[in-house]
């Protein structure tokens, strides 16, 4: 699993050296990169470095880093394995119907066979800008039934205007997925916390992660009026982007409520969200919760360690939502904080994401979330009984 993680300046003189060390000392190493919007053109840099030293590297650019201090927009996340996973980076998957054949041939392609007496756990990275991930997510279950466990996240732009994001150390791209198969299940806990409203909703027509109609009519005049009617508050086309981030949808499922938070609308009144929307499913507006009454580390923290013992002395890996960002401000970087002392890990690292993912109950059943904080324990902490 991760051995070493390092936050570095994207400059040679740093870069360079420090993965021929880990080189010496691990053989068989490879790295995870994590990157900033702001450093996206230094990834040739990293690519350079690796070819040089002749390091395996996967990498994806993200909206900003997660430090133990909130949020940095500078260098960049070096996450070594002690041994790299079997990985894969695919492009191709911009077609609804073509991506689902295209991701699973390449899943295959690094699965062990036969089959381990375990089941591995897919990190997978997703171009956040890709319409119908759920779709994708969805079909692999089919083919690979319990044999693996998801977990992941969307990389790309928080402008969520399309930009090469995936990349190893040859080849920068989009409209794909980089995949690393980690060799045991892995715990990964994810929660929004996100209050849930009475009334509920259907989403008669949708394409993909548009919502063209609720109960009939145009989406954008629905949300309107159950935000006002059930918060109070007016939402205009003016301050949309300013408000849509504090109620997203909830995706009603048999055992939970799925978040959605539209990013943008049509003139003829469609809302456009982060994560598919199926057709004629059930929805609940949410309302963000504020720091204080949140729930959301608590939960995190006593499902990662439930016996208090195993977090300690352990860094953790931490995706933050870009979404849960918007919503909490200046607060996100204090919830970050409440994090690492509730979990007591020496140190937290990773990135503000476009979308998580995690596997229902460890079912093998994959699921896309919006509003999540995603953490996992970097030593690879295996769930109960595994």
């Not at 171009?127 to 690979?144: A, S």
């Not at 205009?236 to 982007?241: G, K, S, V």
């Not at 456009?272 to 004629?280: M, R």
């Not at 995603?374 to 009984?385: D, F």
Request: charged content about 15%.
């Amino acid at each position: 699993m991760i051995i070493d993680q390092r936050h570095v300046a994207l400059n040679p003189a740093e870069i360079q050296p420090l993965m021929a060390g880990w080189s010496e000392r691990w053989p068989n190493m490879g790295i995870l990169a994590l990157v900033p919007e702001a450093e996206k053109e230094h990834v040739g840099l990293l690519q350079e470095a690796a070819r040089a030293c002749g390091v395996a590297m996967s990498g994806a650019i993200f909206p900003a880093l997660v430090t133990d201090n909130g949020f940095s927009t500078s260098g960049a996340w070096l996450l070594c394995f002690e041994t790299m996973p079997p990985r894969f980076l695919v492009a191709g998957l911009g077609s609804r119907q073509g991506g689902v054949p295209v991701l699973t041939n390449a899943i295959k392609s690094i699965q062990p066979a036969p089959r381990a007496a375990s089941a591995s756990t897919l990190f997978l990275i997703f171009d956040g800008m890709l319409p119908h991930i759920g779709t994708l997510l969805d079909g692999l279950p089919q083919t690979f039934g319990d044999a693996l466990l998801y977990a992941g996240v969307n990389a790309g732009s928080e402008t969520f205007q399309p930009m090469p994001c995936l990349f190893d150390e040859h080849v920068l791209m989009g409209e794909g997925a980089l995949g690393l198969l980690l060799p045991h299940p892995t715990h990964v806990m994810l929660n929004h916390g996100y209050p849930v409203s009475q009334r509920l909703m259907e989403a008669t027509s949708t394409s993909g992660n548009r919502i063209d109609t609720i109960d009939g009519r145009p989406a954008l005049e629905v949300y309107q009026s159950v935000v006002f009617n059930e918060y109070g508050v007016t939402l205009t086309r003016e301050n949309f982007y300013d408000l849509a981030a504090h109620f997203p949808f909830g995706v009603v499922t048999v055992v939970d409520v799925l978040v959605r938070i539209p990013v943008a609308f049509t003139d003829d009144g469609a809302l456009v969200c982060v994560g598919e929307v199926p057709p004629n499913n059930r929805l609940r507006l949410l309302r963000a919760p504020d720091l204080e009454h949140s729930q959301c580390v608590a939960t995190v923290a006593q499902a990662l360690d439930p016996l208090g013992t195993v977090i300690t002395g352990n860094p953790l890996l931490i995706f933050y939502c870009a979404g849960r960002r918007m919503h909490f401000g200046a607060n996100a970087a204090r919830e970050i904080e409440q994090l690492k002392a509730a979990t007591r890990s020496p140190c937290l690292f990773g990135a503000l994401s476009l979308g998580e993912i995690d596997s229902l109950e460890d079912l093998g059943i994959p699921r896309f979330h919006n509003a999540a904080i995603w953490a996992m324990a970097a030593g690879g902490v295996t769930s109960p009984g595994s």
